[in-house]
């Protein structure tokens, strides 16, 4: 932490220390603080002796995206989602895979700016059924990302979160009071790999995923990020499985997606095929009714099956729809096993397309 001259939004979630300094409360990282130093997220730093969010009305970039792509299977499947980030992080994953944005020091880095209602009416203006806060964990960005879905939920417009789950309880309270569906990245299921690969701890985002389920009307989806030698081990991978079959309950979908070597793990090898197929596998035989791979071309295994009967219930490849055997409320046509999920009527038909947007060109 460097000490700089800061200017941002003043924030309420920290306190004073006896030695003078402040505590950001915002994550279990509890970054302390001297004047003009910022925390590891690069983007809350102590200004006039409180904490101040540095980004508050600016973006990394703007994208219409398919709401699989979160990836969100079971919210609103086929509909539009306008995606956005800010910069920093309060992870320090060395396998990050959006680390131009999410590891930036550079504020140039943010070349997007816009109120929270120009986001909202931008947002109506292209058709998007959501906006969703991603590529780098809105945790950091609490404040913009509140007003955001306060602007967007005006205009009937739905607020996705896409986070690694490291925030507080206080903040997380208030933030996911907000959002209507929620991508949690479940990095791996050892302390070992959280505090070596990401600088953080697990047991707060097993909290959180428990919050989500049990004490809000949140529409969670699991999604971990499968690296070879890490976190694959099928010893790992069934006792996650089973921890969110026991704990959270066998209709939360889990997504197995494929590394690809980047940021400061270039020496790693891809994810093997195989091994998402064998992570599917075994969530499925132990119980889980919905299990994905992605990052990967499997339209077997990117595809919903009902669980009473076995009926392809949605088709996907990659991002495009084909099947679609549910009625409006969401039963399967075949013998009317109700499938978890948010539906509304039926699908949208966005596609696999990816669509950059420049806010300031939509005002």
């Not at 915002?26 to 904490?51: A, I, N, S, T, Y």
């Not at 959006?98 to 590891?103: A, E, L, R, T, V």
């Not at 690969?197 to 995923?209: F, M």
Request: proline share 5%; hydrophobic share 35%; with cysteine.
């Amino acid at each position: 932490m460097t000490r700089e001259h800061l200017e941002g939004v003043p924030t309420r979630y920290w306190h004073w220390l006896d030695d003078g300094r402040i505590q950001c409360d915002m994550c279990p990282r509890f970054c302390r603080l001297k004047e003009g130093q910022r925390g590891l997220c690069f983007v809350r730093g102590r200004q006039d002796d409180q904490v101040v969010l540095t980004t508050y009305g600016r973006s990394s970039g703007f994208c219409i995206d398919p709401i699989e792509k979160k990836p969100l299977n079971h919210f609103l499947p086929g509909t539009s989602v306008l995606s956005f980030g800010t910069a920093g992080c309060n992870l320090a994953c060395k396998f990050c895979q959006n680390w131009d944005m999410s590891k930036s020091r550079q504020m140039d880095t943010l070349a997007d700016s816009a109120s929270p209602e120009e986001i909202a009416a931008a947002a109506e203006r292209l058709g998007a059924h959501s906006i969703a806060f991603t590529y780098n964990d809105p945790v950091i960005f609490h404040e913009y990302a509140i007003d955001i879905a306060d602007a967007c939920h005006e205009r009937g417009i739905k607020a996705v979160a896409v986070s690694a789950g490291y925030v507080c309880p206080e903040p997380r309270q208030e933030f996911y009071a907000r959002m209507d569906a929620a991508n949690i990245d479940l990095k791996a299921f050892t302390e070992r790999f959280y505090k070596k690969l990401t600088g953080s701890a697990l047991e707060p985002v097993l909290d959180t995923i428990r919050y989500l389920r049990f004490e809000t009307d949140v529409w969670i989806e699991l999604t971990t990020l499968l690296i070879p030698g890490e976190n694959d081990g099928d010893e790992e991978i069934t006792r996650l499985v089973e921890w969110v079959r026991d704990e959270i309950g066998v209709e939360v979908p889990l997504h197995f997606t494929a590394f690809h070597p980047d940021f400061r793990m270039l020496d790693y090898p891809p994810t093997p095929p195989e091994t998402l197929h064998r992570a599917r596998r075994i969530a499925l035989d132990h119980g889980i009714r919905y299990a994905y791979t992605g990052n990967t071309h499997d339209k077997d295994g990117q595809s919903t099956y009902c669980h009473g009967c076995g009926t392809r219930l949605i088709g996907r490849d990659w991002y495009q729809l084909s099947d679609w055997k549910l009625d409006n409320e969401g039963h399967c046509l075949q013998c009317g096993t109700r499938c978890a999920g948010v539906f509304a009527g039926q699908p949208g038909h966005w596609g696999r397309r990816r669509q950059p947007v420049w806010i300031a060109a939509t005002r």
